[in-house]
């Protein structure tokens, strides 16, 4: 008797188990049917939302390659020290042997006066112009890397007060700047990617009371006859779901064709600094992420829309 009812608990807990996987698996499957069945409404829906995906992707790829070509670029050196006019070898020799000697600098690079100016003549493009010019008016330059470039701004005020030293340039300014640029370029997309969350909320919401106002009569049916509110709301909250995934796979899509478009002049743009960077997109791992946020953004448009406008349906 016992085993009897052992297997009969066994068989119930089965059946409601097929019983309940079968009703989801009917509500995912005809939510699909109905977004398939107006694909220009729905095809909006989706444009839209992929769209504002692809935003905040676009942004993400662009804060990781600018991160990479930073990384890449060329290393200037940390300061130009420019001597005073008519230093002569001798000075110029005996200064630059001093800063080898100090712990802070890890190279010093000197350049004479007729090094500077051949190099000026290859590059500047006025070698006819300099041709006929009386006399050499460049000093000595010296390049110092520096082990530790947070004791620029220290060492360039000793330098500066030094009595052969006319000028120092810290040439790597353009890389700190560029690189607080790219830090508050990231903070800012956080800011962006979570207003277009909430406006896809939004938009999902409009789209689910929009079909629910539409089959008001059915639901107002379904629930005389004894439906709860949660077997009610589960075809929307599908319906929200499969836009999700849609927009999410749409705004790969989207993310992709910009990179094609991009690569060509961003690695000219990485040549010009020195760096030989090639154009990356979004990661496999970010590309499943972003379809799993398309796809929660989706379900919970769909539930905050569904919960509230069901609950004030009363068909008694």
């Not at 379904?222 to 599908?238: C, E, N, Q, W």
């Amino acid at each position: 008797m016992g085993a009897r009812r052992e297997v009969h608990r066994e068989s119930a807990w089965r059946n409601a188990l097929r019983g309940w996987l079968r009703s989801h698996g009917y509500s995912l499957f005809s939510a699909l049917g109905r977004i398939l069945h107006r694909p220009l409404d729905q095809g909006l829906t989706i444009a839209v939302l992929a769209v504002a995906l692809a935003l905040p992707a676009l942004g993400l790829v662009a804060v990781q390659n600018g991160a990479q070509l930073l990384a890449g670029a060329a290393r200037p050196a940390d300061l130009l020290v420019f001597l005073v006019e008519g230093a002569s070898t001798e000075l110029a020799s005996d200064f630059a042997d001093r800063l080898r000697g100090d712990p802070r600098v890890a190279a010093v690079d000197s350049r004479s006066p007729e090094q500077a100016l051949e190099e000026f003549r290859s590059l500047s493009g006025f070698a006819d112009a300099l041709a006929v010019a009386e006399g050499n008016p460049l000093p000595w330059v010296l390049s110092l890397n520096l082990h530790n470039a947070e004791e620029v701004e220290t060492l360039a005020g000793t330098l500066r007060t030094q009595g052969e030293v006319d000028t120092v340039i810290y040439e790597g300014a353009w890389l700190t700047r560029l690189q607080g640029l790219l830090a508050l370029f990231e903070r800012a997309l956080w800011v962006v990617g979570a207003l277009l969350a909430v406006a896809a909320l939004l938009i999902v919401g409009n789209t689910v009371r929009l079909e629910i106002a539409t089959r008001l009569e059915e639901i107002e049916v379904v629930k005389l006859i004894g439906g709860s509110d949660a077997f009610v709301r589960r075809p929307f909250l599908y319906g929200g779901l499969w836009l999700g995934m849609a927009a999410g796979i749409g705004a790969l899509a989207l993310v992709a064709l910009a990179m094609s478009f991009l690569r060509s002049p961003v690695e000219v743009l990485a040549l010009s600094y020195g760096s030989s960077l090639t154009l990356a997109g979004l990661s496999w791992a970010q590309a499943v992420a972003l379809i799993a946020c398309g796809m929660a953004l989706g379900w919970g448009g769909a539930w905050l829309a569904a919960a509230q406008r069901l609950r004030a349906i009363d068909p008694r």
